[in-house]
Structure formats: structure tokens, C-alpha cells
């Protein structure tokens, strides 16, 4: 009996010294702290990085817009350019 008790307490000193090596390899509470303040940031920044994604769309579609009517110039079908008439034809 003494020993199977001295046996149980071996098993559950050795239970703690792995779970306590874990906390120290793999802090579950450092992620879980990590975690939150990296969400709480990005929740906070939305706003900024929704308008930057809104300004590069905007600019992409303008330099699109320029590129088009550059060409539209130096096409000898000028149909893109809209109210100018194709005399050629």
C-alpha cells in the first residue's frame, strides 16, 4: 500500500515537472496576451487601412483612365474619345 502510494506520488510529481516545462517552452497565457493586443491593434487601425486601400484603387483606377485616353489620343480610330468625330471615314 505504502508503496503504490509512494508510486502515485512519484507519477504526479513527474506530472507537474512536464507541465510545468510545457508553461515554460510553450506560454499558452504569453500567446493568448499576444493575441489579443495584436487583434485590439488591428481593430483599431481598420479604419486607416481601408482608406489606403481605397486611395490605391482610386489611383489605379485613374492612371487606367489616363492610360486609356493616351491611347484613345494615339489611335487613328479616335470612336473612344466621345465627342470628337472620325473624320477619316
Do not use: C, G, T, V
Given at each position: 500500500m505504502r508503496e503504490?502510494?509512494?508510486e502515485s506520488?512519484?507519477?504526479l510529481v513527474n506530472f507537474t515537472n512536464f507541465t510545468r516545462s510545457f508553461f515554460k517552452?510553450?506560454?499558452p497565457f504569453k500567446a493568448l496576451a499576444v493575441s489579443l493586443l495584436s487583434s485590439l491593434k488591428d481593430m483599431l487601425t481598420?479604419?486607416?487601412k481601408l482608406k489606403m486601400a481605397k486611395y490605391r484603387v482610386n489611383y489605379h483606377k485613374h492612371q487606367l483612365h489616363?492610360?486609356?485616353?493616351l491611347i484613345a489620343e494615339?489611335?487613328?480610330h479616335t470612336?473612344?474619345?466621345g465627342k470628337n468625330l472620325n473624320e477619316t471615314r
Open positions: 503504490e502510494l509512494q506520488i512519484k507519477r517552452r510553450k506560454n481598420i479604419r486607416q489616363k492610360m486609356e485616353s494615339s489611335n487613328e470612336f473612344l474619345k
